[in-house]
């Protein structure tokens, strides 16, 4: 009885696991260029028309479906569209990982978008965004917190990445520090 209990336990944990790993099943790289995950293999998808330098997140709801994708300065919504308001964000599509999209903890509809600039010559710090998909008949609307600098990350530039926290909720979002700034 007790390897028929452990093995159920194991395909729950390790469903709930995998179930949370779709929101990155598509990848965008720029110009109708994109790879999509969601049958287990890498297949060629050409569907997004997102022009990007090296900056471009993309997210996709649990089951693996392209939502909207964001390179820095732009957001394009499912159909390919621009997001409303979601054009001229501060950030840079030069930045070798200068766009994240996070989704807000224990929100299923608000998303976080990260940018920074490119290198010291176009210092800007670090900036969030928020996204909501219930805005726009379901496609999403980037509403009125929008560029909002983040003071602590000031000299933030090229590189930005998240994990998840410890308690599995929370999130922490990495960047580096330009050092080449001079105090």
Partial sequence: MKPKCCTLFIGILLFNITAAQNQANIWYFGNFAGLDFNSGVPVNTNEIPASSGNAMSVMCDTNG????????????????DFM??????????????????????????????????????????????VVDMN????????????????????AASNKLTAVRAANGEDVWIITRMDHYTQF
């Fill in 84 to 129: 409303p308001n979601g054009e001229n964000l501060i950030g840079d599509e030069r930045a070798s990982m200068g766009a994240l999209i996070v989704q807000q903890p224990g929100s299923d509809h608000l998303y976080y978008t990260f940018t920074v600039g490119y290198k010291q010559a176009e210092l800007i710090g670090m900036h969030y965004s």
């Fill in 135 to 154: 805005l726009d008949g379901g496609l999403g609307d980037v509403t009125s917190e929008k560029n909002i600098p983040l003071d602590a990350a000031w």
């Fill in 65 to 80: 479906d392209f939502m909207f994708c964001f390179n820095g300065n732009e957001i394009w919504n499912r159909e390919g």
